[in-house]
């Protein structure tokens, strides 16, 4: 159980469109969505935490703008990088708390993205 | 600035030896930890986590950590590795600031040679 889907796994784009990325818990109810980022060998560095059915709250020096999070509905929340640019090539990781567990979060595999 | 620190990055072994992967935290008041792995092209899993109790937590695949509060300490360990275990930890430390935020460790590399 407890599983986190991610899509699409790669996707490559060119510099000013925007792109989606998709996470889905597949057999639970996730109140609470994050959406890390993640550069080569670095730690994950958390962007925004997103809850259903309101804003999403983003880490400082994240652009809101730029990351638009939206959490539609209890299993779904999508990043949208607007305007993209080289610098925001990277590996973007969501991940999901249940519904009553906040402490405990279920990783999605990850979607690289690269900005030619 | 509060943190997460995992000082080893990098640690080669050979099969069979043992593991210590060091995390140390700087929060003051109740944290919940957790230790993650990710192997290879593959998703963060969790390893074992720690909320109360019992200090010392047993997690799959043969792993157990130690919280130290002295020490503000959470380390990993491993009797006996093997060549599967190759792959990426992370610590990860949700501080009490009521948000459920984790905030993760640098991560430590492993590379377990048959």
């Known amino acids: 159980g407890a599983v986190v889907s991610q899509h699409p796994s790669w996707v490559i784009c060119k510099s000013g469109t925007s792109v989606k990325i998709e996470c889905r818990s597949l057999?639970?109810?996730?109140?609470?969505m994050f959406w890390y980022r993640q550069f080569p060998k670095q730690s994950l560095m958390l962007m925004a935490t997103?809850?259903?059915?309101?804003?999403?709250?983003?880490e400082q020096g994240v652009e809101k703008d730029k990351f638009l999070i939206n959490h539609a509905s209890l299993t779904l929340s999508t990043l949208t990088v607007t305007s993209a640019h080289p610098e925001d090539s990277s590996f973007y990781i969501c991940?999901?708390?249940?519904?009553?567990?906040?402490?405990?979060?279920?990783f999605g595999p990850g979607t690289r993205l690269t900005v030619t | 600035a509060q943190s997460v620190s995992q000082h080893n990055h990098h640690v080669i072994l050979s099969e069979a030896a043992s593991l210590e992967l060091g995390c140390n935290y700087s929060y003051g008041g109740t944290v919940n930890l957790f230790w993650y792995v990710q192997y290879p092209g593959q998703h963060l899993q969790l390893l074992l986590k720690y909320f109360s109790g019992d200090p010392l937590v047993k997690g799959i695949k043969g792993f157990e950590a130690e919280f130290i509060k002295s020490k503000f300490s959470f380390n990993l360990r491993k009797p006996s590795v093997q060549w599967s275990d190759t792959a990426e930890y992370f610590c990860?430390?949700?501080?009490?600031?009521?948000?459920?935020?984790?905030?993760f460790g640098t991560g430590t590399r492993l590379k377990v040679l048959a």
């Open positions: 990860a430390v949700i501080p009490p600031s009521g948000t459920y935020k984790y905030i």
């Open positions: 997103s809850n259903e059915g309101s804003k999403a709250t983003y």
């Open positions: 057999d639970f109810q996730a109140t609470t």
């Open positions: 991940s999901a708390a249940a519904s009553g567990g906040f402490y405990e979060q279920y």
